[in-house]
């Protein structure tokens, strides 16, 4: 499991260098958390040789990086000198352990019991191996009987399996030079929703209203006349409608924060 080193022996004798710093009980506390710092940086090219054995398998390899950038850490921390061996041979099962806890822990797009997460990856070679054994896809009792399962129990690991990818129900679909949703495809918000609540608030209010006031309201906020249009439809000054308009507003302000 050990990644060939291609560090020159400058770095490599750095590395023995920190690492018996930071071993050593006479090491300042903010000393060691500079060695710390270094030795990850040293040791990065690791994290990322091995976060790219995964680079295919449908996470973002920033987020594989970030993860066995954790397991370096860990393997930093306790690491021992006189284990004898050098820090990448110790350092490398442990990131890739990480690795491997993410994709066992978060990698499913749907939580299934950890039996079936595991029992995924004995799936997937035991169907691999009947595959070329036997020159066609294995039935389930087959495979069940190559893993020593029931046949329900491999039925029900692979219907899990399928958890561990899911399709979107907005797929996304170049049209041209733009990318949308099904979503935006098919519609979009209706502006005038959120005037819903307020309408239904309104409505036992007007009705109480008598009609010249009520014409007035709809003459001005629903057709749009301006208040000299008004008043030649109805046949009052424009002064009158400019009245009403003022009294009637102020009334619907009234009810309305009685009633909230």
Known sequence: LRMPDTR???????VRELLTSLASP???EIERAVIRDRLVLLQMPLVHHLAGRFRDRGEPIEDLVQVATIG???SVDRFEMDRGVEFSTFATPTILGEIKRHFRDRGWAIRVPRRLQEMRQSLSQATEALTHELGRAPSVAEIAERLGLGAEDVLEGMESAQAYSTVP???LVELGDDTMGLAARLGSMDPEMGLVED???LAPILAELPDRERAILRYRFVDGLTQTEIAERIGISQMHVSRTLTRTLAQLR???VAVS
């Open 26 to 28: 006479d090491t300042p």
């Open 254 to 256: 009234r009810r309305l």
């Open 199 to 201: 309408r239904a608030v």
């Open 8 to 14: 020159s022996a400058d770095q490599r004798e750095e």
């Open 169 to 171: 129900l907005d797929p």
């Open 72 to 74: 370096l850490i860990n």
